[in-house]
């Protein structure tokens, strides 16, 4: 074999569930449909099963990358509500922080 010769790599998809491993994501979606249907909602693009629709919808936006949250003070953006929270607590707490 030669130098410039790459052996193909192989990608495996792991359920985030129970840790069960599949060579596709398409099998990875279509085991956590049959197998964990107490976990209604598989993203597409990860395999990850989830039970609410709520929650389903807060991971779509790790993929997106949406941040509609956004802090009022300096403008920083985040996924989630909660942690945008967070964040505020920063000014508040310290009101003197340097931005500098």
């Known amino acids: 074999m030669s130098s410039s010769t790459t052996l193909p790599t ?3 998809w792991k359920c985030f ?3 069960s491993i599949f ?3 398409q099998q990875l979606i279509g085991h956590c449909r ?3 249907t107490d976990m209604p909602f598989v993203c597409d693009l990860c395999g990850r099963a989830i039970k609410y629709l709520r929650n389903f919808k807060q991971h779509q936006m790790v993929h997106s ?3 509609p949250h956004e802090c009022q003070d300096c403008g920083k953006a ?3 509500r ?3 929270r ?3 607590r920063i000014h508040a707490e310290n009101p003197f922080y340097c931005r500098a």
Do not use: D, I
């Open 65 to 67: 990358g949406e941040k």
């Open 78 to 80: 985040f996924a989630q």
């Open 82 to 84: 909660n942690n945008l």
């Open 17 to 19: 569930v129970c840790r």
């Open 86 to 88: 967070r964040h505020e």
């Open 10 to 12: 192989t990608e495996f």
């Open 34 to 36: 049959q197998q964990h």
């Open 23 to 25: 060579p596709s994501l």
